[in-house]
Every structure is written in structure tokens, then in C-alpha cells.
């Protein structure tokens, strides 16, 4: 009995082992056996030997299970939305959120604060919350999904230019003066641009029916720049009002957070991170490389495809509703890795969450930090990510000597 063709190598079972993953052995026609090959915990070496012999010296990282990373992140988030929605000039406490909440949907539980505390919490604090948390779940999803279709490290959700085609599709709509959807004329002109851009760098790196990976990233970083310069001409042109409104877009807020503007970005979010979800188990198979992915069954330029409109669903309306915010799709997926491994099964759903709490915490610290003015959140998400990046970088370098 032979294993599949590219899989034989002590390489990719290795690397197998390390997803995850079902491995079938056995030729067509033959009878076959199928081998679960369960995630080895990270051997990282250290001066001594070579790394994963027992006793040379080198560390080994414990991974926490699937369900109680989970079942953390989630409880954590609802932890820091209540506090969040209880922070700011007027305290209200959890038990008046909760009442507040349960009224609110006809159910009549504890003390019900004041009228006005309640407009506060109802009306202005939990839609913010609410917006950011949908907000950070797409970046973090889209993240993840991006690293593992792409088998880069630092590819995040803006790497294709959907982010900058949504900041360049807002910035022409407040210069040219676009009010054709009213309040929702800014919001639809960069969920437009982000999509449109994304499209074109596709069928640009398109060729022969094949999308490169490296010709699909460069064409990214190209329309990157294209749409830099862009944004930049159009604030040159634009009068003071209008280029003051342009700078505070693109540092990232969700301070306009409204009802009606959850209730548009939930379903789409909700969509999104569906649709890469699904793809879930494929994504462990193409981290064996493209060649034993296509062996055991996986249509790489189709699940590309699918990712591609994932991710550019999510990453789209986060930033239309959001502006641009930095990091929380490149480093929240890596601290999900080094805590739950390399399986997409788990790191995708907990990216999700982990996205959402980080930029829950980050809107919090935003608008409480230097109150009562408030910090662009894009501004403090980059503050915070890039010293936890290059942390990221020297641990895992430190553990394997590279993000292999």
C-alpha cells in the first residue's frame, strides 16, 4: 500500500500532521485506509540541536483546544461590549445595560435606568458597540482567510485593494459632492469603490484562465499606489471642509454608528464570513502546498475565486461603514495561530471573535482615553498593532526560525 503521489514525503506529513488532517493511503482500485494524522503541538528550537528531538533543548508551545479558546473569546466579548456600553460621561452599570436591552425587546428584567440613560444606552452606545464588534469580526476573518489562500504571512484584507478602493471611492464622493442615496450616499460610494477595485485587480492578474499568487499580491500593491495617488490629488483639489471631513474618514471611526447602519453591515458580515467558513477544510488542504491540494481533490483557482469574494464582501462594508482600520486583519489571525494552532476549523471563527474584541476594546480606549476629546480608531489600532506585529515577528521567529 503507497501513500498519494506529493504526500510521501516526510515534509508534507509533516506538514499534514500539522493541519490536522485526514490523509486517505491507497492507489485507486486498491482498498484504502484512512489515517487521521491529530495537530502536533509548535516545536520551536533553541540553541542545542535540531528541532523536535526530545531532550535537545528546544521548547515546545501547548496549544489551547478549539473549544475553550471559543468559548473564551466569546465570553470576553460580551464581557467588553457590556463594558463598553457602559463607559463614557454618563456610567451606567451592566445590570441597567441588561435591563435596558431586555425592555427594549419586551422582556421587563431588573432596574430600568432613566429615560435619557436609556436613549444613551439604546440609541448612541450599543450601536457603536454593536458596529465595531461586526466590524473587527470581518477584519479578523478576512485576515485569516487571506494568510491561508495566499500562503503569506502578511497578507491582510487591504493587500488586494479593497481597502484603499473604498477610501478612494469615499473621498471622490465628498469632493465631487455625491448625495444620490442621501446620508448613505458615502457609505454606498466605498462599498462600490472597494468592490470595483478588487475586480480590477483580479482580471488584471488573470491570465490563461490562472491567477497567480505573486501576480495577484504585486497587482494589489500597484493598484495600492494607484489609488494613493488618487486620493491624494483629490485632497489637493478639495476646500478645507471637505478635505477635513477626508481626514477624518480615513483615520477610522465608528462614532457615526447608527441602528439602520447595523442592520445593513450584519447580514453582509454574517454572509461573509459564511461563505469563508466554508472553505475551511480546503484552506487546511492547500497549507500541503497547491500541488497535494489539487491531488487530494481541491479546485485552487475556485477557492481562490470564493475567497477573493469573501473577503472583499467583508472587507468592503467594514470599511465603508468604519473608514480604514489598520492591523486587525494581519495580526489577530497570528495570536490565533500561536494560541490554537494552524487549523483553519479553528483559527477562522476565532479570528473572527478576536477581531471583533480587540477593536470593541479599541473604540472603548479610543473615546475614553483623552476624554472628552476622542482618538481616530485607525489611528490607535496601528499604535497598538504595529508593536504587537514586530512582537509577533520575533516570537515566532525565536520558536522556527521564520513564519514557516
Known amino acids: 500500500m503507497t501513500e498519494l503521489p506529493a504526500l510521501g514525503s516526510s515534509d508534507s506529513d509533516a506538514a499534514a500532521r500539522r493541519a490536522g488532517l485526514h490523509v486517505q493511503l491507497g492507489q485507486p482500485g486498491e482498498s484504502t485506509t484512512t489515517r487521521f494524522l491529530p495537530p502536533a503541538p509548535t516545536v520551536g528550537a533553541v540553541a542545542g540541536g535540531p528541532p523536535g528531538q526530545p531532550g535537545d533543548g528546544t521548547t515546545t508551545r501547548f496549544l489551547l483546544s478549539p473549544g475553550v479558546l471559543l468559548a473564551g473569546l466569546g465570553v470576553s466579548l460580551l464581557a467588553a461590549m457590556i463594558v463598553a456600553a457602559g463607559k463614557g460621561a454618563v456610567s451606567v452599570t451592566p445590570g441597567e445595560i441588561v435591563a435596558t436591552i431586555a425592555h427594549r425587546v419586551g422582556v421587563n428584567v431588573g432596574s430600568l435606568p432613566d429615560p435619557t440613560t436609556q436613549s444613551v444606552v439604546w440609541d448612541i452606545r450599543l450601536p457603536r458597540v454593536v458596529l465595531a464588534a461586526f466590524v473587527g469580526a470581518s477584519l479578523g476573518c478576512a485576515g485569516a482567510a487571506m494568510q491561508g489562500g495566499f ?8 493587500v488586494v485593494g479593497v481597502s484603499s478602493g473604498a477610501a478612494l471611492g ?85 462614532a457615526q454608528a447608527t441602528w439602520p447602519k447595523v442592520a445593513v453591515v450584519a447580514p453582509v458580515a454574517a454572509g461573509g464570513i ?15 502546498g497547491e500541488r497535494p491540494a489539487r491531488h487530494l481533490g481541491v479546485d485552487v483557482e475556485r477557492l481562490r475565486r470564493v475567497l477573493l469574494v469573501g473577503v472583499s464582501l467583508l472587507t468592503a462594508a467594514a470599511v465603508a461603514v468604519s473608514g480604514i482600520i489598520m492591523f486587525v486583519g494581519l495580526a489577530v489571525p497570528h495570536l490565533v495561530r ?12 476565532a479570528s473572527a471573535l478576536g477581531g471583533a474584541l480587540v477593536l470593541v476594546a479599541c473604540d472603548l480606549a479610543a473615546r475614553t482615553i483623552a476624554a472628552p476629546a476622542e482618538l481616530p480608531l485607525g489611528v490607535l489600532t496601528a499604535l497598538v498593532g504595529a508593536p504587537l506585529f514586530f512582537w509577533l515577528l520575533r516570537q515566532t521567529r525565536r520558536s522556527h526560525g521564520g513564519w514557516a
Open 338 to 349: 500561536m494560541a490554537a494552532g494552524p487549523t483553519h476549523r479553528n483559527v477562522m471563527p
Open 151 to 158: 500562503s503569506n504571512p502578511l497578507a491582510e484584507p487591504g
Open 274 to 288: 459564511a461563505i469563508l467558513l466554508c472553505q475551511a477544510g480546503r484552506l487546511d488542504l492547500l497549507a500541503l
Open 170 to 254: 469615499a473621498v471622490l464622493s465628498i469632493v465631487v459632492g455625491f448625495t444620490a442615496f442621501g446620508n448613505w450616499s458615502l457609505t454606498a460610494a466605498a462599498f462600490t469603490g472597494g468592490l470595483a477595485t478588487v475586480t480590477a485587480v483580479y482580471l488584471t492578474a488573470r491570465n490563461n484562465g490562472r491567477t497567480e499568487v505573486v501576480t495577484l499580491l504585486l497587482t494589489g500593491i500597484a493598484v495600492n499606489a494607484a489609488t494613493g495617488a488618487a486620493i491624494g490629488l483629490a485632497s489637493y483639489l478639495s476646500t478645507d471642509a471637505q478635505l477635513r471631513a477626508i481626514t477624518f474618514w480615513t483615520l477610522g471611526s465608528v
